[in-house]
């Protein structure tokens, strides 16, 4: 059997028992399963190997289907497939002018491996055609997608490079596939593209997008209006001056797994406009500077779990109903969790909810209502979100605080209307402190002059409580710090008493140990 042959049969294959598993078609005991399978593995027709080193299109005119053109170095120009072939290159590039398409592929079982192809308007176009295999090309400079699939099902495109396409004008793709389905878009790098790594627009339903890296694009994966049914793993998505991945208008009942997406500009998984129903599982999620994960505008229904979602300005937002998270590990964000509809952070005893870094609470108890005496793991108070969120069974584990109170002391802690207080605190913090100072609070929250300017010596913030504009009274002595991420510690150093002169006594000062 030829190449050709064995590469066409083989994603055959794979297309076909993908479509039986996701559509509940044949199954795999049945004797018509058997039958379709044994026509796709049959050997084909032999085939001429066939040399060239010069006018590439006039060596496909003269092929016969099935024949290997192996393709010798040079420069060759704009090409069209109209017949089953493979082209093996070997140094070869293929380049066309801004308005043409390079490699324009219009028949079934076309494969297509080892170019440079440049500077075309599209790089390799696929347009209606199935089990086209396209490995080991590399795309660069093209006007608009580096590779498309047009109307395209089947095929398998693996182990290219579609970089720095679309760089002019409003700029485009690495990858585009448009009313494509049951393809497998398979280890290809997509990077440097003027606006999307990979783009499925409108319905790209039940295709494969695994170990691809989508880096220093616009949106590393961009899928838009009825893309359904798809299979997202193993992805890098980073560094993209937009997000990692993007979902819009509809984009449903898809599979995002697995995943690792870290340092985009804005998100690393926005789900908008009905995007409901999307499974979020198992992804590494860091550093994405406004949200690691954003769900709204109707985008219902959606399950997110087990992921690890850190080091953002907010974790996860909601603004959207019935979406389900348990799981998950949220550690160092600024705003763990922001939820503006109505959702579910935790599943059933003893499954469990999330793990929040900064969840204070003690685990001593167990049970469904947290009142047997014995750790499960799970803390005893539920973690509030807000109002009208609550995680009622948060996963205990490694709970940190961004910044966190390691010595204290108040001295003294009563003295009379005139003297001062010294206040010391010590600090530990991932980030830089920015600002750090300590309010006297009275009975009206904030007394006239109780305010402590916190300076740093010695790796010890210092400072001064000047009592002579005070009234008398006790005093809750409130530090605030925080970061240059935006993470704020507010929490008591202790009380004070300031008497009236001639009425108080002295009472030694109070050194706090660790907390």
């Not at 289907?65 to 060759?76: E, K, N």
């Not at 059933?348 to 969840?359: C, E, R």
Request: hydrophobic share 35%; proline share 3%.
């Amino acid at each position: 059997m030829t190449i050709s042959c064995v590469k066409s049969s083989t994603l055959a294959l794979l297309t076909f028992q993908r479509l039986c598993r996701s559509s509940g078609g044949l199954r795999s005991g049945s004797y018509l399963y058997y039958i379709v399978i044994a026509a796709l593995l049959l050997p084909c027709a032999s085939a001429a190997t066939v040399q060239v080193s010069s006018d590439l299109q006039a060596a496909i005119n003269a092929a016969a289907p099935g024949d290997i053109l192996q393709v010798a170095s040079g420069i060759y120009d704009k090409i069209e497939i109209t017949k089953s072939l493979s082209l093996e290159g070997s140094g070869a590039t293929i380049r066309a002018g801004d308005k043409d398409a390079c490699v324009r592929v219009r028949s079934d079982k076309v494969n297509i491996s080892g170019f440079l192809v440049r500077d075309g308007f599209y790089g390799i176009s696929l347009e209606n055609v199935t089990n086209c295999y396209i490995t080991g090309n590399t795309v660069i400079r093209c006007t608009q997608p580096g590779i498309m699939l047009k109307f395209s099902n089947g095929n398998f495109i693996k182990h290219n490079n579609a970089s720095f396409n679309g760089l002019g004008g409003e700029g485009w793709y690495g990858i585009y596939l448009t009313n494509s389905n049951h393809n497998l878009i398979i280890d290809n790098s997509a990077i440097g593209n003027g606006a999307y790594g990979i783009n499925l627009f409108p319905s790209c339903n039940y295709n494969t997008i695994r170990g691809n890296v989508l880096e220093r694009n616009m949106y590393g994966l961009y899928m838009f209006r009825d893309c359904t049914n798809n299979l997202i793993e193993f992805n890098t998505m980073s560094r993209n001056t937009n997000s990692g991945l993007d979902m819009r208008f509809n984009s449903r009942d898809n599979q995002i797994m697995n995943n690792t997406i870290t340092d985009n500009a804005v998100a690393g998984i926005t789900l908008m406009e009905g995007s409901g129903r999307n499974t979020i599982k198992g992804n590494d999620l860091s550093g994405n500077l406004r949200y690691d994960i954003q769900i709204q505008s109707g985008s219902d229904n959606n399950t997110v779990i087990n992921n690890n979602i850190s080091d953002s300005q907010t974790g996860i937002f909601l603004d959207s109903k019935g979406n389900k998270l348990y799981g998950n590990r949220l550690s160092d964000n600024v705003v763990q969790a922001d939820d503006r509809g109505l959702n579910s952070w935790n599943a059933v005893y003893p499954l469990g909810g999330n793990m929040w870094s900064d969840y204070l609470g003690q685990d001593k108890m167990s049970g469904p209502g947290q009142d047997v005496p014995g750790s499960d793991r799970i803390g005893d108070e539920p973690y509030k979100i807000n109002e009208h969120a609550v995680d009622q069974y948060p996963l205990m584990g490694n709970q940190v605080q961004p910044i966190k109170i390691i010595e204290k002391s108040l001295d003294p802690l009563s003295t009379m209307v005139g003297n001062n207080v010294a206040v010391k605190v010590k600090l530990k913090s991932k980030y830089d402190l920015g600002s750090v100072v300590v309010h006297a609070m009275g009975s009206n929250r904030v007394a006239p002059g109780g305010y402590v300017f916190m300076a740093l010596s010695g790796g010890v913030y210092q400072g001064t409580l000047a009592t002579a504009l005070m009234d008398p009274g006790k005093y809750d002595l409130e530090l605030n710090a925080k970061d240059e991420r935006g993470n704020e510690l507010k929490v008591s150093l202790g009380e004070i008493e300031i008497t009236q002169r001639g009425a108080g006594t002295f009472s030694p000062s109070s050194n706090g140990g660790s907390q």
